[in-house]
């Protein structure tokens, strides 16, 4: 035997002892549990969960924030201008720049709006108390046509009931002082004895009253009567007195006076 054909023998018999030292290999627990189950569970199992918003309900929700702010944005803007209409007085007028029709118009687009339903009651206020001033001006006429004005913009509030009521209730009292004022009590016809004189008498000249009250002297200074006077003055009816008194030289005027408004010089028998 050649010395190539030994070694080549030695190399072979050297792989063959290696080849059968060597001892299989465990295998791991996750290629076993792969192999078991299905490989598509698996997959399934491993893979993490990522939940992706729906794109197409977030856009509609953005939409819908805009147009809601959108609204809510001309509303405040219809009250400013309501506000700064009714600070002017342009409650009813003009047509198509009033504070009603703001205020109303932002009511028709938010019901019950707080700012809105306050302009609102501003606005009667206003009128009401137009429609007091013009009343207690005695301008009735003009106070009628402010309620009606108040009526219009918000027919159910009590405040116009309460105030047209205050209107009536006003003119029927100056009315009914009015009549008592004109009606004069008629004149009294004088009785046998009886001498009227007139309220104003100690406004006229000494002689003038000297001449009222002079035939009343004459039937004193004749009969001897004693005299009963009349007069809301009690100083003006003493004065009276005095004046008679004096000029009845034979003897001294007896008198009684009382405080009623009668203006008259009665002569009373004994």
Same mark, same amino acid.
């Given at each position: 035997?050649?010395?190539? %054909?030994?070694?080549?023998?030695?190399?072979?018999?050297?792989?063959?002892?290696?080849?059968?030292?060597?001892?299989?290999? /465990?295998?791991?627990?996750?290629?076993?549990?792969?192999? &078991? +189950?299905?490989?598509? +569970?698996?997959?399934?199992?491993?893979?993490?969960?990522?939940?992706?918003?729906?794109?197409?309900?977030?856009?509609?929700? +953005?939409?819908?924030? @805009?147009?809601?702010?959108?609204? &809510?944005?001309?509303?405040?803007?219809?009250?400013?201008?309501?506000?700064?209409?009714?600070?002017?007085?342009?409650?009813?007028?003009? /047509?198509?720049?009033?504070?009603?029709?703001?205020? %109303?118009?932002?009511?028709?687009?938010?019901?019950?709006?707080?700012?809105?339903?306050?302009?609102?009651?501003?606005?009667? =206020?206003?009128? *009401? %108390? $137009?429609? $007091?001033?013009?009343?207690?001006?005695?301008?009735?006429? %003009?106070?009628?046509?402010?309620?009606?004005?108040?009526?219009?913009?918000?027919?159910?509030?009590?405040?116009?009931?309460?105030?047209?009521? @205050?209107?009536?209730?006003?003119?029927?009292?100056?009315?009914?002082?009015?009549?008592?004022?004109?009606?004069?009590? &008629?004149?009294?016809?004088?009785?046998?004895?009886?001498?009227?004189?007139?309220?104003?008498?100690?406004?006229?000249?000494?002689? &003038?009253?000297?001449?009222?009250?002079?035939?009343?002297? =004459? /039937?004193?200074?004749? *009969?001897?009567?004693?005299?009963?006077?009349? $007069?809301?003055?009690?100083?003006?009816?003493?004065?009276?007195?005095?004046?008679?008194?004096?000029?009845?030289?034979?003897?001294?005027?007896?008198?009684?006076?009382?405080?009623?408004? =009668?203006?008259?010089?009665?002569?009373?028998?004994?």
């Amino acid at each position: 035997m050649s010395k190539n %054909q030994v070694s080549f023998l030695f190399i072979a018999l050297f792989l063959t002892g290696c080849q059968t030292n060597i001892a299989p290999s /465990e295998s791991h627990p996750l290629q076993e549990k792969v192999s &078991e +189950s299905d490989p598509k +569970s698996v997959s399934a199992e491993l893979t993490p969960v990522i939940d992706t918003p729906d794109v197409k309900q977030t856009t509609a929700i +953005s939409s819908a924030e @805009r147009k809601s702010r959108a609204a &809510e944005r001309v509303t405040l803007s219809l009250i400013a201008q309501g506000e700064y209409a009714l600070s002017v007085d342009r409650l009813l007028t003009p /047509e198509d720049d009033n504070a009603n029709l703001y205020f %109303q118009a932002a009511l028709g687009r938010d019901p019950g709006n707080f700012k809105a339903t306050q302009g609102i009651t501003a606005i009667v =206020d206003v009128y *009401t %108390q $137009w429609a $007091w001033d013009a009343a207690r001006n005695r301008d009735y006429i %003009q106070s009628a046509r402010y309620l009606e004005y108040a009526r219009s913009v918000n027919p159910e509030d009590p405040v116009i009931v309460e105030m047209t009521s @205050r209107v009536k209730d006003l003119k029927a009292k100056r009315e009914r002082t009015a009549k008592v004022v004109s009606k004069k009590p &008629e004149p009294k016809e004088p009785q046998i004895g009886q001498y009227l004189l007139p309220e104003t008498l100690f406004s006229l000249s000494e002689d &003038e009253i000297i001449a009222q009250i002079q035939p009343i002297i =004459d /039937e004193v200074a004749k *009969t001897e009567q004693a005299i009963e006077i009349y $007069w809301p003055n009690d100083k003006q009816a003493r004065l009276i007195y005095q004046i008679i008194n004096s000029r009845v030289t034979a003897f001294r005027v007896r008198a009684m006076t009382y405080h009623r408004a =009668d203006y008259m010089v009665e002569l009373k028998q004994d």
